[in-house]
């Protein structure tokens, strides 16, 4: 049997004790109106819900007001008239705000008839809540007023007292001015939340069969039919539901199509990679992603394990939401060992392209305001037309992999919003627009415990060498990462959220140094080729005296030795250029090393 939601409860149990109600959240959705003889629901609007509960406690009238209807109803005409005899007004026509304050005033300090009214759209009376005009701020003096002042009138029904009321019907509590229901005794606020599961299911058991193909369902099927469109549209609204059967009988999605229509209804588009991604391609990730990523066969084999799971829609298997990311991935680790290219790696390997990444430097999300930039700065603030970075992204590219770099220099404010996101695989940005993860691969980056400070000097040293091998390296950074969490920034649910999949990386070890450099110079001379026409030859001396450079200082990883090659190989050559007047079709091929520590690396030019 369905029971009433939360704030269905609370009014019920507050109209005798409160006279004003605001009403936020999910009031443009429809209300489940439940029937207590056989615990069956229908879904209605919020106005209609509110004006059968109030007809039915003995109100009468119950009325509407906007600013642009003026006073109505439109579920019984004749309340109209009767508000207007009540308050022994001619204004029938008046839509002001001026003389509607006025008159609800006066209707709430009635003692003849039960009013109720309800105010659709409170938010539009004011521009901005927190810069009142001067007229503005005396419709909300008339409202508190009306409020400070409970009166009774006896119902026509059964002659029982009941407090005149007034609902403010707002998407936000802070539409309205704090000082109107601040340490205000006699105002409650009611939020309506999204659907709860019972709901859902009641809804979907009710509509199922216009769905094509659900009639002729045998009860099991039907109920494990039922079970996957109620977890895939977790937290989404009613109105949404009755938008994705329409879509169903629309495209003739059938039943056995359910997931391909939700994805239809939040995305726009029905095909995504992680559909079209074979079964023996991801059976070869390991190979893929070394042909890249060198010296981390550790960690690649644990991220071709959350990619064979995300391949196979697994995230929220063990009961969680089914709408979670494809997978999450916490990448810790000395800074150059591969991180951000083991992100653009994977991004390749499922979408075809590196470009599918979106990275977010999280050092530029420091401030406690930074949730702004993004999700979107609320209405009314500079910016909000622009909407935020992330969610932009996600709405603009679905399918993807967001990279989050150095994630522990965000602000811990920050953190909190990704804790919606890797449960629930949504969030709602400033403009109250819901935004789905749950076609995207989220990772983070991190070099937490890396580098440690002494207490009393402030001096920073290094945790972790080279020296060390990888066990203790990975015992050391695991320990620092949940210390983080749990004792710096107090944030132990987001540990929960990301799971056992934090992979460290290990520092480039020599045994990796030959192949990283032997990667990094054939893209330069496949670079080279392209985009001047230009070969180049590294003959082995060269390549040697490169390796004995790189070798010289690991400490840096695979950055250090992009910075070496830069200095060694990539400046010298550029004077080669200029000075031999190098052109299309020419070939360069570099013989050996420098004799000396500032000379250019000896080398033979063909024309």
């Known amino acids: 049997m369905i029971q009433a939601e939360k704030w269905q409860k609370d009014l019920a149990v507050y109209q005798d004790i409160n006279t004003t109600f605001i009403v936020e959240g999910n009031v443009h959705d429809l209300q489940p109106w439940v029937y207590e003889d056989d615990g069956t629901c229908e879904p209605v609007a919020l106005s209609l819900y509110l004006h059968r509960y109030l007809t039915e406690e003995g109100y009468d009238p119950v009325i509407f007001y906007n600013r642009i209807d003026g006073f109505s109803n439109p579920y019984a005409l004749d309340m109209v008239s009767t508000f207007y005899r009540c308050i022994s007004s001619d204004e029938k026509s008046s839509k002001s705000i001026s003389t509607a304050t006025e008159l609800i005033r006066k209707s709430m300090a009635n003692t003849v008839r039960p009013t109720a009214i309800i105010m659709d759209l409170a938010n539009t009376i004011v521009a901005s809540p927190d810069n009142l005009s001067d007229e503005e701020i005396e419709y909300f003096t008339r409202l508190m007023l009306a409020s400070r002042t409970p009166t009774q009138a006896l119902s026509m029904r059964d002659k029982q007292p009941l407090t005149n009321l007034l609902f403010l019907i707002v998407e ?13 005794p006699y105002v409650r606020t009611l939020t309506i939340s999204r659907p709860e599961k019972e709901v859902r299911s009641a809804v979907i058991d009710a509509r199922l069969d216009t769905v094509p193909g659900a009639k002729d369902l045998a009860p099991t099927e039907r109920k494990k039919a039922q079970d996957e469109f109620i977890a895939l549209t977790d937290g989404m609204t009613l109105v949404e539901l009755f938008g994705i059967f329409s879509l169903c009988r629309q495209k003739k999605y059938s039943v056995y199509q359910i997931r391909k229509a939700i994805k239809m209804f939040r995305y726009g588009e029905t095909e995504s990679q992680w559909d079209k991604l074979d079964f023996e391609k991801v059976k070869n990730a390991e190979e893929f992603l070394g042909k890249r990523v060198k010296g981390q066969e550790t960690a690649i084999k644990k991220v071709v394990s959350v990619l064979s799971r995300a391949r196979l829609g697994m995230s929220g298997i063990q009961g969680g939401s089914s709408s979670r990311p494809k997978g999450v991935l916490f990448l810790a680790g000395p800074t150059g060992t591969g991180k951000t290219e083991l992100a653009k790696t994977i991004a ?173 110079l054939d893209t330069i001379i496949n670079n080279l080729k392209r985009e001047k026409g230009i070969i180049l030859e590294i003959r082995p001396p060269f390549k040697e005296y490169l390796l004995k450079k790189a070798q010289g200082d690991l400490s840096n990883g695979g950055r250090g030795i992009s910075n070496m090659v830069e200095t060694w190989l990539i400046n010298p050559l550029a004077e080669v250029f200029v000075k031999e007047n190098c052109n299309f079709g020419d070939s360069v091929i570099i013989e050996e090393g420098p004799l000396d520590s500032v000379g250019v690396f000896r080398y033979s030019l063909m024309k």
């Not at 936000?172 to 205000?184: H, R």
């Not at 150095?406 to 990704?418: C, G, R, V, Y």
Request: hydrophobic fraction near 35%; include cysteine.
């Open 348 to 520: 390749e390997f499922i979408f075809g392209d590196e470009s599918f990444v979106t990275r977010f430097d999280m050092s530029e999300y420091q401030q406690p305001h930074s949730d702004q930039k993004l999700l979107g700065a609320p209405p009314g603030y500079i910016g909000y037309s622009d909407g935020g970075q992330l969610t932009n992204a996600i709405k603009s590219k679905p399918f993807c992999v967001l990279l989050f770099d150095e994630i522990d220099k965000a602000h811990p404010s920050i953190l909190d919003k990704f804790l919606q996101i890797l449960e629930d695989g949504r969030i709602t940005d400033s403009a109250g627009e819901t935004m789905y993860f749950s076609e995207a691969l989220i990772i983070f980056t991190s070099n937490l415990g890396v580098v440690g400070q002494e207490a009393t000097t402030g001096k920073r040293y290094q945790t972790i060498t080279p020296e060390m091998d990888y066990d203790t390296i990975q015992k050391e950074l695991l320990g620092a990462i949940k210390d983080y969490f749990k004792y710096s920034i107090q944030r132990p649910e987001l540990l929960n959220r990301i799971g056992d999949n934090f992979i460290v990386f290990d520092f480039i070890r020599e045994k990796a140094l030959a192949e990283i450099l032997d990667l990094k």
């Open 172 to 184: 936000k509590v802070n539409d309205i001015p704090t000082w109107f229901y601040l340490n205000n």
